[in-house]
């Protein structure tokens, strides 16, 4: 059994600033790409940033610049650390990693169970 486990998530005025983090738990071979999406109401989930094994991230336009995205290999962990949040990044944030169990040989999707951001004054 492999579980994604977010946390970070809250309310913060507009400027602010927010780390979450996902670990990856259970039986696990190696992950390949982890990262973050998020889906604000009324709209499809849209690609934040990932990393790969490597390091090398990828993030979206708009949030270039504010949001870094880093990982701990040894943890099986991801952290996406948001600054000069806006409003418009208020939406449901949902972690994604690529995972390899034993003993498959290919990586499977898993999702964590998403964390509220809300950016408001």
């Known amino acids: 059994q492999v579980q994604l486990v977010e946390s970070g998530g809250g309310l913060v005025q507009p400027g602010g600033s927010l780390r979450l983090s996902c670990a990856a738990l259970?039986?696990?071979?190696?992950?390949?790409?982890m990262g973050w999406y998020r889906q604000a109401p009324g709209k499809p989930r849209d690609l934040v940033a990932t990393i790969t094994s490597e390091g090398v991230t990828n993030y979206a336009d708009s949030v270039k610049g504010r949001f870094t995205l880093s990982r701990d290999n040894a943890k099986n962990t991801v952290y996406l650390q948001m600054n000069s949040l806006k409003p418009e990044d208020t939406a449901v944030y949902y972690c994604n990693a690529q995972i390899i169990r034993p003993p498959m040989a290919v990586a499977v999707d898993y999702w964590g169970q998403g964390a509220q951001v809300t950016v408001s004054s």
């Open positions: 259970g039986a696990i071979v190696s992950i390949n790409d």
